[in-house]
């Protein structure tokens, strides 16, 4: 928690004395350098003005862009009009009364641009286009965390001199939560040719470099986490109004419930199941067993909103012993190391076509895995060290449990293993579906 308290306070601190644009507001110390670059490369000068590509690129090693995917915005310097896009659409075309015959595609200044569906006509594709603006993370495959279009830009100068660059960006990812830098200059894009023998570069090419806050994006926490293990009969659950206290008024608690508000289309109530904590997400953490060289995990990952699946989805975990994972079951697994003199995050996802699609709440609204690590010399299941330090998943900081509450070890040297553990499955068994 009190990790969580400084980082909401730094990014209070940074918004009051940074400017809008500043990239230091969502500094990630488990992705330093994790931020979303927009290019856009001029590649060709038109009579009134360019073709510009736009390409968009997640380096972010564990923070997605989901469905409904991301939306871009800008504010055209001069009086700017688009006259044609391909691999994105434009939400609104503006007011464009004051064009005779051939009207432009948008005359907004301030338009808004959204990627093209799965599916689209083949003339309206360019690569790595058309995907409902879903963007995976760097960590996850480096080849679909590429999102492109490209557009005509008219009214705008035909010369390096005389091209104005767009200002004040936006990204929505889909919601709230990025601030985006100026464009700036950089040097010109170079492209390879499909037989690979001749490389070409671009008119001029300008960078706008976005960066995520928690804070920005969601002032509550999105998730928790909970805990239980073989040795100890008691289970730690989440902290109480972890993502905000209980209101009636704004969750369900019966299967009727849903279908009147999913009928009602007016109502604003979130689709979220009651619980105690009333997060979106919970993630239980669960020792199962010691081997005489191993230990062996067990993680829960369950939604509780009834409105929303979360397609590839992600889990960061911070333990010291994620140095030493010998196997993981369910999750594709990679080490996370931010510095060279660490090694103790781990991210997690689903497999693809099995378990990357989390479903809305509801008897399939988990995804769980284990995973085996062998023992190191640091090793001890003694005040809380078998549990996580940290847990983030999309990304966003999970609340974990005071120290004081985790499970600890029987006061009795004596126990019977065997027992503690049957007894800690029975409790554990009957009590997750109503945490």
């Known amino acids: 928690m009190a990790r969580v308290a400084s980082r909401v306070y730094m990014d209070l601190m940074h918004l009051s004395i940074s400017p809008p644009f500043s990239a230091i507001v969502a500094y990630d110390p488990l992705d330093p350098n994790g931020n979303i670059t927009i290019k856009w490369d001029l590649i060709s000068w038109t009579p009134d003005g360019y073709v510009a590509t736009v390409t968009m690129t997640n380096f ?24 044609s896009m391909v691999g994105a659409e434009a939400t609104e075309q503006g007011d464009c009364s004051q064009f005779k015959g051939n009207i432009p595609y948008c005359c907004k200044k301030n338009p808004a641009a959204v990627d093209l569906l799965p599916g689209a006509p083949y003339n309206q594709q360019i690569a790595n286009c058309c995907k409902g603006g879903v963007i995976a ?19 705008a100068g035909t010369s390096k001199k005389t091209v104005r660059l767009p200002k004040n960006f936006t990204l929505l990812g889909p919601g709230l939560g990025y601030t985006c830098s100026q464009a700036y200059i950089v040097p010109p894009s170079h492209f390879l040719s499909s037989d690979g023998r001749r490389i070409t ?70 689709l979220l199941q009651c619980t105690q904590h009333m997060c979106p997400i919970r993630v239980h953490w669960h020792v ?8 062996r995990v067990k993680m829960t990952i369950t939604n509780f909103n009834y409105g929303l699946n979360y397609t590839q989805w992600t889990l960061v975990v911070q333990h010291p012993n994620l140095n030493n994972v010998t196997q993981v079951f369910s999750f594709n697994y990679q080490p996370l190391i931010p510095y060279k003199s660490t090694n103790d995050t781990g991210l997690f996802y689903g497999i693809q076509f099995y378990n990357d699609l989390l479903m809305e709440a509801g008897p399939n609204g988990n995804v769980q895995s284990e995973m ?12 809380g060290w078998a549990f996580p330090r940290r847990v983030l998943f999309n990304g966003d900081e999970c609340v974990m449990p005071p120290p004081d509450s985790f499970p600890s070890l029987p006061s009795s040297a004596h126990a019977n293993p065997l027992a503690v553990a049957t007894l800690s499955s029975l409790i554990l068994l009957s009590s997750l579906a109503f945490w």
Not at 137 to 155: H, K, M, T, Y
Not at 288 to 295: A, D, G, I, K, R
Not at 372 to 383: N, Y
Request: glycine letters at 4%; a neutral charge.
């Open 60 to 83: 972010q090693m564990y923070r997605h862009i989901m469905s409904p995917g991301w939306t871009l915005g800008w504010v055209w310097d001069k009086k700017e009009v688009i006259w």
């Open 372 to 383: 085996i690590l062998e023992k190191d010399v640091t090793f001890t299941f003694q005040q």
């Open 288 to 295: 199962e067993l010691n081997y005489v060289q191993y230990w």
């Open 137 to 155: 993370s760097w960590g996850q495959d480096p080849s679909a965390a590429v999102s492109a279009f490209q557009l005509s830009v008219g009214r």
């Open 201 to 270: 570069q671009a008119l001029m090419t300008w960078n706008v470099t976005c960066t995520y806050s928690q804070f920005l994006a969601s002032p509550k926490p999105t998730c928790c986490v909970s805990m239980s293990s073989f040795y100890s009969s008691s289970i730690t659950l989440c902290p109480n109004c972890a993502c905000g206290c209980l209101i009636k008024e704004n969750c369900i608690t019966s299967a009727p419930e849903i279908l009147s508000v999913v009928g009602n289309t007016s109502t604003s109530a979130p």
